[in-house]
């Protein structure tokens, strides 16, 4: 499977604990974006690479939220001391270098906080 | 101020009938592309179609077409001949500019389609 790939695909957790989420991309994009999407609603951006480089970061990733791409090539995102309004899907999506229009999204992870 | 509004919270379709959802986006940049995306109740994001600021036709994938009225900010998207299988969450997207934040997309609240045989 050459697509993005996310892991784990489901994450269940107690309150205060952290959590990381992994995100692999099509191996030549070098651009990679992490959403948020609560029940009902549409995906919010969080944060985006290109590269290895973190060039914008949402008002919503908190400081309790943190990620990472190191060598540019597969991403992480981590959260301390989960908040129950942190269940959610957490999504990771490539897009290519040059003019290609279209994010890649994997099958997104998804947190519930008890 | 609210960037894409998707106005119809759920539309019902007989199968093998064509269906609008609603798009209209709000954005001062001249340069930008409008997406719809699908998310069956399995959860992963499905491009479908897209469309840019400048292109001067309207773009259109097999059964999907993208309504674009520019003057209008609206940016519908028209399935032909419904099936089945196309029931799902429907979500029209924007890409604004250029720069840092080339890429990144802003999407609407979603429109449950419900196609029924």
């Known amino acids: 499977d050459t697509g993005v790939s996310q892991d784990p695909r489901h994450k269940i957790t107690k309150r205060g604990q952290n959590v990381t989420f992994r995100c692999d991309p099509i191996?030549?994009?070098?651009?990679l974006y992490w959403y948020r999407q609560t029940l009902g609603q549409g995906p919010e951006f969080l944060t985006y690479?290109?590269?290895?480089?973190?060039?914008?970061k949402s008002r919503l990733l908190s400081d309790r939220f943190s990620a990472e791409r190191p060598k540019g090539s597969f991403s992480t995102l981590e959260i301390q001391r989960t908040e129950q309004g942190d269940s959610a899907m957490y999504l990771c999506?490539?897009?290519?270098?040059?003019?290609?229009?279209?994010?890649?999204f994997g099958p997104g992870t998804r947190l519930t906080v008890l | 101020a609210q960037k894409i509004t998707q106005t119809q919270p759920g539309m019902f379709v007989q199968e093998k009938e064509a269906v609008t959802l609603d798009c209209t986006y709000d954005?001062?940049?001249?340069?930008?592309?409008l997406f719809w995306y699908k998310q069956p109740s399995s959860g992963e994001m499905i491009f479908l179609i897209y469309?840019?600021?400048?292109?001067?036709q309207n773009a259109t994938e097999g059964r999907y077409s993208l309504n674009f009225q520019k003057a209008r900010k609206s940016a519908n998207l028209v399935i032909s001949a419904s099936q089945l299988g196309d029931s799902a969450m429907y979500f029209c997207?924007?890409?604004?500019?250029?720069?840092?934040?080339?890429?990144?997309?802003?999407f609407g609240q979603g429109t449950i389609l419900t196609v029924h045989p």
């Open positions: 999506a490539t897009l290519s270098g040059g003019h290609n229009n279209e994010q890649f």
């Open positions: 191996s030549e994009h070098n651009r």
């Open positions: 690479f290109q590269n290895e480089a973190q060039l914008e």
């Open positions: 954005t001062s940049d001249q340069s930008y592309g």
């Open positions: 469309q840019g600021s400048y292109d001067e």
């Open positions: 997207a924007m890409r604004e500019g250029e720069g840092t934040s080339y890429g990144k997309l802003t």
